[in-house]
């Protein structure tokens, strides 16, 4: 087997160690019914809630505890290229087999799903999940396909403020709402000033998502004192950015978001 990087994934028997330094993959993992076999997380893993009470934590993701990790002897650790770093994953392999997930589009992450299906011997529970998924898509794609095209600016960050650009989960997935994504042309994460939107007179909404940074009302008051006419909406970053099984109901969130809007 290969991972989503193209490397090599050996591995004797099916792991029954597992440590996930992905939150993402940590809910992917328990919705498998793969709970008994999970050992360690990262502090961000809070979905479900039980698994900060009842797994290792390890770290963050990009700040792992390597001796805890080693202590643990997992059978294999999981990783992603975007939340964790080159190093880490060079780290991690003297210790353990390490699969790296490279997400991009929902096909990447039904991808992702099922390959964890045949990793983890959970082939029925893993095409369960992809078929459930894809319905909700197809659904939601009826439910668009005649909706006007809105042009938005999605925030993840603040000092420095920063947007979700190009190649990047959420630039895929506001696509397929129909969203003009403002900043587009810039790739991955890109920092911005406020003063940019304001020459932007054809934007229809700002988007500040809930993670990584936690905006709140204070920050879209913030903001209207600098564009005043703009529209401010707060949006689940969960639903925007987790690529796991969170898209089984990421679609009907969507949904009410754009009856919403």
């Not at 396909?145 to 403020?161: G, L, M």
């Not at 397929?176 to 911005?192: L, Q, T």
Request: with cysteine; hydrophobic share 40%; glycine share 4%.
């Amino acid at each position: 087997m290969k991972d989503q990087l193209g490397r090599h994934i050996n591995l004797k028997s099916t792991p029954q160690r597992i440590i996930s330094l992905v939150p993402s993959q940590t809910e992917l993992l328990y919705d498998l019914g793969l709970e008994e076999r999970i050992i360690g997380v990262t502090k961000f893993c809070v979905h479900p809630k039980r698994a900060l009470v009842n797994k290792t934590v390890v770290g963050g993701t990009k700040d792992v505890k390597y001796e805890l990790i080693q202590s643990l002897k997992p059978d294999v650790i999981l990783c992603n290229k975007e939340e964790n770093t080159k190093e880490i994953v060079s780290t991690l392999e003297k210790i353990s087999t390490v699969h790296v997930s490279d997400i991009y589009t929902l096909q990447d992450s039904l991808a992702l799903i099922k390959q964890y299906g045949e990793l983890f011997s959970a082939e029925n529970s893993a095409e369960n999940l992809i078929t459930t998924i894809t319905s909700e898509w197809k659904s939601f794609k009826a439910f668009v396909k005649d909706a006007s095209e809105k042009k938005v600016a999605y925030f993840i960050w603040r000092k420095p403020w920063m947007v979700a650009g190009n190649n990047t989960f959420i630039d895929f997935l506001l696509k397929e709402n129909r969203f003009i994504n403002a900043f587009g042309e810039k790739a991955r994460y890109p920092e911005v000033l406020l003063s940019e939107l304001k020459m932007m007179e054809d934007i229809d909404y700002i988007l500040l998502s809930s993670e990584p940074f936690p905006f709140k009302q204070k920050h879209i008051d913030e903001i209207h004192r600098e564009l005043p006419s703009v529209k401010i909406i707060l949006v689940d970053g969960e639903y925007f950015s987790w690529y796991g099984s969170r898209l089984q109901n990421a679609f009907k969130y969507f949904e009410s978001l754009y009856k919403k809007i």
